[in-house]
């Protein structure tokens, strides 16, 4: 478990911009259940590849894009474990991953991005990616 006076830069990286934190399994439950419209959720981390690659790559996506989703929220791997737990429900059948991102469109899950298909990439690739998958979703 990380401190949250580690934590809260990473956080605000993803607040500024508008995320809504989902910090219980209650509150996970409560934005994506039923939830109509398209929702973005990241589950952050502490992690290089989250620094380097998938918050800037985010921040990038949401500032250069036409189409962007109706809502934004984010769970914090490592920290918020009951939320990241029941976020990583709604994200089967891919294995937990994080950082990690996912679109919802009408409360199904439609587009996921693993680790692994960010770690050795850049913000500027990610990015791109995102907003392709805006384009076609959102």
Avoid: W
């Amino acid at each position: 478990m990380y401190t949250e006076e580690l934590v809260a830069p990473m956080r605000t990286d993803l607040t500024d911009l508008g995320f809504l934190e989902l910090k219980t399994a209650e509150d996970v439950d409560n934005h994506l259940k039923d939830h109509s419209g398209t929702t973005l959720l990241v589950i952050n981390s502490v992690c290089g590849c989250a620094a380097g690659a998938a918050r800037p790559a985010i921040k990038m996506a949401l500032a250069n894009s036409s189409k962007k989703p109706d809502k934004l929220a984010t769970v914090f791997a490592g920290v918020d474990q009951e939320a990241t737990t029941k976020a990583r429900e709604y994200t089967l059948p891919y294995p937990p991953s994080s950082p990690s991102i996912a679109l919802f469109k009408d409360g199904e899950l439609v587009h996921f991005l693993e680790r692994h298909h960010i770690e050795g990439q850049n913000a500027e690739m990610i990015a791109n990616h995102l907003i392709g998958m805006f384009d076609d979703q959102c």
